[in-house]
């Protein structure tokens, strides 16, 4: 049986391409869900905290299958706080696209459909929200699953070291680190990992070297 919810907030659906996780350069529909409980100094994305439009699921599932990639990323802000999330996704699976969904560590996973790519962005320090994470929900990761960590510096790339091997994620999922934007030079971050033989991937989000912090990217 369907849930009774039937809209969600949404700020923004577009098509562009995958600017990080494993399907970075392929093109994608986004689906930008209005709001956040979190508040990260470095977020990009603050213009999702208030505003959008009211969506009928079946309004968004046709603008989706009208944008015409067969690759979905449901994002936020944090998609996971709006109660309708997870019957979105399930309906998005259902209709045979290949689902992912940007969360923060900071959200139970128990509903999100066992189908779905779930990239969790675990807090660091530098972040501001470290408090926030909730490690037991990491458990629930497989391997197509990836957690993120975004380096502000020195102090958040030990840590996020620590965290990687006292969790030992790379035995469970994938595990990217990413520079936070204009805050650590990305060749400083690859030269760190390097340094240490990290399993881990580095990435730079190809949005923004396309597009900057464009709305819509």
């Known amino acids: 049986m369907r ?3 039937t809209r969600l907030k949404i ?44 969506w009928e699921l079946e309004a968004v599932l046709a603008r989706v299958q009208a944008l015409g990639s067969r690759y979905v990323c449901v994002t936020g802000g944090e998609p ?9 996704l399930v309906r998005l699976c259902d209709a045979g696209l290949r689902v992912s969904i940007e969360t923060s560590g900071a959200m139970s996973l128990a509903q999100v459909d066992a189908r779905v790519v779930r990239v969790v962005d675990v807090k660091t320090p530098g972040s501001g929200e470290e408090a926030r ?16 960590f975004v380096i502000c510096d020195r102090a958040d790339y030990e840590w996020s070291a620590a965290k990687v091997r ?42 923004k070297v396309l597009w900057g912090n464009a709305p819509g990217r």
């Open 133 to 148: 994470n909730r490690y037991e929900e990491l458990t629930r990761l497989e391997a197509k699953d990836q957690v993120k």
């Open 11 to 54: 700020t923004e659906i577009f098509r562009s391409l995958q600017g990080e996780a494993d399907t970075v350069g392929i093109p994608t529909s986004f689906i930008r869900l209005t709001g956040c409980p979190l508040r990260c100094q470095y977020c990009d994305t603050a213009y999702a905290f208030h505003g959008g439009q009211w």
């Open 166 to 207: 006292e969790l030992a994620l790379p035995e469970r999922c994938g595990v990217l680190f990413s520079p936070s934007h204009a805050q650590l030079a990305a060749r400083e971050l690859a030269e760190w990992i390097l340094a240490d033989g990290l399993a881990v991937r580095f990435q730079i989000q190809l949005h």
């Open 3 to 5: 849930s009774s919810i």
């Open 80 to 88: 996971l706080a709006q109660r309708g999330c997870p019957e979105l």
